[in-house]
């Protein structure tokens, strides 16, 4: 993907899951990108697809995070895994979103997101739970703009 690119998102529906994940290579260090994963309290600031999010974003944590896909909705989500610059995960019982970094070279990350949301009783509502698709391209592209606006400020 070159860096100019606009993040697109990918959608696999399945009977029992549904999983949608988004990419990008971001002209900044993963540890920036980090920053601007893990502080909570600046997500609307820099993020359009989040209007809030209480808690703190760290090992063991617990988040309530408010969206524009559902906006009368507060979403509590265990942070499930918080590996510092390379690997963070929240979710509920119903899904796990997994936000990866990887340095492709240096001063240049590459950004993954991927969200897996399902279960048993999924195909019950499964025509309810909007489209992730939209929601993760700007995600995508806000992170990539915040990111290179501060890697460049440094």
Known sequence: MDNQSQPTATTIKKVFSRTTSVAADINASPEVIWALLTNAADYPKWNSTVTSI????QAGGTIKL??????K????LKIKDFQPSTRLAW??????RVY???ESE???AHFSMVEKIGGPIFPLFSRMVPSFDASFEQFAAD???AAETKASAQ
């Open 73 to 76: 909705r507060t979403f509590t």
């Open 66 to 71: 408010k969206s524009t896909l559902d906006a």
């Open 91 to 96: 979710g509920d019982a119903m899904g796990t």
């Open 106 to 108: 240096p001063g240049v």
């Open 100 to 102: 990866s970094l990887t």
């Open 54 to 57: 209480e808690g703190l974003i």
């Open 143 to 145: 992170l990539k703009r």
